[in-house]
C-alpha cells in the first residue's frame, strides 16, 4: 500500500484495537480492545478483575451487503452481547452460547465483552436485495 492508502472500501471502523480481517479479500473486520490496549477499557467494568476481558466490535466495509455474525463461544467462556446489534441467541448442546449480530453497510457494531476460551464463528456477507 502506498502513502494515503486504506486497505478499507469504505470509511473503516469507527473504534480503535486490533483489527483481524474475517475474510482473506478483507470486506468485514473483528475489532479486538482488550483491558491493556491503549483506548481500551477497565477489566473491572467488564467484571472478572485479574483477568483479560476483551471487547469485540464488528465492521462491515461493504456498501452493498448486511453482514450476519454468528459465534458459539466455549464452555468456560464468561461472555455476553455488547452493544443493539448482537443479540444472546441461546446455547448450543455442547454448552457453547451462541451469540448473533447484523451490521449495516458501513458501519462499525459493538458485539461482545467478556473473557473467552475457545469459539468458533459463521460469518456471512448477504447481498441487500434492492426493491424495483
Known sequence: MGCG????????PSVKGRVIPLYTEGLAYKIVQTDADEGGYSAASAGDQGTVQEKWYLYNDTKGCLLRAEYCFGPQSVVQPFGPAAKADG??????????ATVQPGKTEKFIIGRLN???????????????
Open 5 to 12: 492508502e486504506s486497505k478499507y472500501k469504505q470509511k473503516g
Open 91 to 100: 446455547a448450543e448442546p455442547d454448552n457453547y452460547s451462541r451469540i448473533v
Open 118 to 132: 475457545g469459539y468458533r464463528s459463521n460469518v456471512l456477507l448477504e447481498k441487500i436485495e434492492e426493491n424495483n
